[in-house]
């Protein structure tokens, strides 16, 4: 990598403050936390109630949620179990309204004082551990004006070094700030927070470059591109690894860095689940090799670029990494995620369809099945619901051994009935079925462990698992991946 003086120095003092920080961090011991609060205004007492969602880990992984009481005083206590690691916590009233959403420490007991009067609540927060928010609240204010970025419409205009200066300078803004709160927030928390807000950084940069080289028809600029990339390359600056494992932009970084040494070893023409998997296993060791494979596993989203994808290089990398991954925590959630292997048993599901009939996958035996997971309001949903059907439905219309079926998960019948007329999620010709109100309490839902929507499978004819279908599949993908079924 080449850097001018200027860069050189900066990259130097960074590297010394990180080092500093990051070495200091020893982890946090499993305790529980209590969060007590008082909403001063915007509330009406027997009326409202809190409810909050605690994360215990990376958000694509789930939460857990429970809905409290706020007392006459506008006063409220949430009590978590034991914590291992930063939890995320949301607070809602009324289930709608966001209160707060931060991070939690093991041990922390905090104080939140809110004025829930205005469109954007009021919080003040104290008690032990809250100078963390502080912090955080100053690490959120360095962003990165699009006006300044080296971009002419919409496009990098190849000014990689002043793109490179531009990421340092502002990861230089965040140790300064991290330095200044050294003695007043634990080091772990600091640790965890430099790795969170340095790897959206590299996540942007990365992504950045990765829209422009696919963007760029010309060979010879994109070998430019490459060129530009390797030798303005950003460093990575997390000496402690086991504690940036734990933040899930840090962990998004590694896995978008990963899929362009990926596309440009394949000249732009893409590459096989199995070897971005063996990239990451290989890469990289301990706790954040097996973070990064249980994500890759869980968030398909990095089926982007992805070519010749199969059910059963899914299959073959799940089997490894349950083989490969050390701690017991992270087995666990593969084998969760296990019951999407394919030939899995599909859950055996009866729910009522817009008439009230009794609908269960044992109806469908013998036919391959696009199992669609949607709820009103979902942008996801209703982008998934139109590009098939564009681009997959009219291929597939005519034939008689496929079915699709969409299972709504909204609290009232009266919601998932203005969705459906609404045409833009589902539509009518489809067999459209209802959780009855149950939303994340369902057994169906509970079953695939899955936390956001849409969720859609693919069953085969014997009604067993195909494979999960992500939203980031492309058309082709789709219609490749219900074509095989249908011949099998």
Known sequence: MLYNKTTIVITSIFFLIFCQTTMSAQGWKKRPALVTGKITAGFKAREDSILFCLY??????????????????????IHTDSLERPAFLAIYINNKRTLSRRFIEPGDSLQLEINAASDE??????????LKYQCEDS?????????????????????YQSL???YLERYLQYYHIIEAYKGKVSAPMLSFLLARYSGNSLGIYYGLIADEYKAEANPGKRKLIVENYYKYALPDYSANGDTAALDEF?????????KNEMLFKSNGQG???????????????????DRLLVYLLIDLRSLTDVIGYTPADYSSCMQDAKQTVVSPYLKNILTDRSVLLKNSEAFN???????????????????VVL???????????????ERFEAEVNPKIKNEPNFKKVTINIDRTKERWLQGIDKGIYTSKAATNLWTGGLVMDHPFVKYYKFNAIPFILLLGKTSKIYSKIDITLSSDQVHKLITEALAE
């Not at 599901?349 to 036919?367: A, C, H, N, Q, W």
């Not at 199992?371 to 619901?385: E, I, K, N």
Request: aromatic share 12%; hydrophobic share 30%; proline share 4%.
């Open 56 to 77: 215990k880990d990376y958000q694509i992984l789930g939460y857990t949620s429970q809905t409290l009481p706020i007392n006459d005083k506008g006063e409220f206590t």
């Open 121 to 130: 609540p009021k919080l003040l927060y104290s008690g032990k551990n809250s």
């Open 139 to 159: 690490l959120d204010l360095i962003k990165l004006n699009d006006e300044t970025l080296p971009l002419k419409e919409g496009r990098l205009t190849g000014d």
């Open 164 to 166: 490179n200066r531009m």
């Open 250 to 258: 840090y962990i998004l970084s590694i896995i978008t860095q990963a």
């Open 271 to 289: 590459y096989p689940y199995t070897s971005l998997y063996h990239y990451l296993k290989t890469h990289y060791t301990g706790e954040l090799r």
């Open 349 to 367: 599901f009866s729910m009522p369809d817009t008439s009230g009939k009794i609908v269960s996958l044992s109806d469908f035996r013998g036919k």
């Open 371 to 385: 199992l669609d997971v949607w709820g009103a309001g979902c942008t996801g949903c209703a982008m998934f619901y």
